[in-house]
């Protein structure tokens, strides 16, 4: 979800202040946002600066454990354009704020994101070679835990079992099996949460003909 302040709007920043470079830019606005942003209760995850048409795009991607609600949005919208109209970070030219929570495509890298993927199917590369798959069981600042897919308690190098060895998951019919393993974030590189798609068999009544 994404909200552009103004409408789609554009700001213009002070005509006395030096043009930024692109990297300057996003070092300025992420001093100048992240304290208001933290205070807010999210976490500011991504500042960008685009060009678009004679424009600038700014984007502005926040999360919080509760996920982002539009009402959020808006709200980081408001405080960001009031901060960015009192500042001459941006420059002389206009721009486009646009404020927005993390796609499904957001690199799992930090102990927060893994956190707030639990529940959902993930790809991670190894450390020490090749990748699994499995759904994220619960994360905190050194660990985390996934019910990994196709792997037996021998399978593995990596990982720790959790209490008393792996656990193999409950495996419905047809289901594939998984086994539950702890890692360090040392051991995982940057996961990759997976779009899953509801099979049409499941979703059709028990009375619908085929």
Do not use: C
Not at 35 to 54: K, M, Q, S
Not at 58 to 71: E, N, Q, R, T, W
Not at 77 to 102: K, N
């Amino acid at each position: 979800m994404s909200v552009e302040s103004g409408e789609g709007r554009a700001h213009r920043g002070h005509d006395d202040a030096p043009a930024a470079g692109r990297a300057a830019a996003v070092d300025g606005l992420t001093r100048l946002l992240a304290p208001a942003v933290n205070a807010a209760g999210f976490d500011l995850e991504e500042v960008d600066v685009r060009p678009a048409g004679r424009r600038r795009l700014v984007k502005i991607v926040v999360d919080a454990d509760g996920g982002v609600s539009l009402d959020d949005v808006a709200l980081i919208s408001q405080t960001a354009s009031e901060l960015l109209d009192g500042s001459d970070v941006m420059g002389a030219g206009p721009y486009v704020l646009e404020v927005t929570s993390p796609g499904v495509d957001r690199p799992l890298t930090e102990p927060r994101h893994w956190r707030r993927a639990a529940g959902r199917l993930v790809v991670a590369p190894l450390a020490e070679g090749g990748q699994i798959e499995g759904r994220v069981v619960s994360a905190d600042d050194a660990t985390v835990v996934i019910d990994v897919v196709g792997q037996g308690p021998g399978d593995h190098k990596g990982g720790k079992g959790g209490k008393g060895g792996p656990k193999g998951g409950k495996a419905g019919k047809g289901a594939p099996k998984t086994t539950r393993r702890r890692f360090d974030l040392g051991e995982l590189g940057r996961g990759r949460v997976q779009v899953e798609f509801r099979q049409a068999e499941e979703s059709r009544s028990p009375a619908e003909p085929e």
